[in-house]
Nanobody, 125 residues
Framework: QVQLVESGGGLVQAGGSLRLSCAAS????????MGWFRQAPGKVREFVAS????????YYTDSVKGRFTISRDNAKNTVDLQMNRLKPEDTAVYYC??????????????????WGQGTQVTVSS
């Protein structure tokens, strides 16, 4: 089991930037594929980005490609999401997630076993 705690959310104007961070407990962080998901009011939780165990592979949903960057530091047990050129459509609660599975697409909600509590990101026009 791993515990995940997100931080870095807040209020930002359109075009601005935020950096989210997810801190994980335990000594086996490098064994987990890590992902970021988001959920806006009245909408389903959706995939945003994921990163492989070593950090060598990343995946992004089309709507954030070129604007968001996921990274991880296995020595610090953290995964970050750098969010640039934010849009009002990015407003959501952002969740950090982890899975030990390596056979999935790295994009599926049901692939992830462990979840943080979420951090609110609000982008104003």
């Amino acid at each position: 089991q791993v515990q995940l705690v997100e931080s870095g959310g807040g209020l930002v104007q359109a075009g601005g930037s935020l950096r989210l961070s997810c801190a994980a407990s335990g000594r086996t962080f490098s064994s987990y594929v890590m992902g970021w998901f988001r959920q806006a009011p009245g909408k389903v939780r959706e995939f945003v980005a994921s990163i492989s165990r070593s950090g060598g592979s990343t995946y992004y949903t089309d709507s954030v490609k070129g604007r968001f960057t996921i990274s991880r530091d296995n020595a610090k047990n953290t995964v970050d999401l750098q969010m640039n050129r934010l849009k009002p459509e990015d407003t959501a609660v952002y969740y950090c997630a982890a899975t030990t599975s390596t056979i999935g697409s790295m994009r599926g909600l049901r692939e992830y076993e462990y979840w943080g509590q979420g951090t609110q990101v609000t982008v104003s026009s």
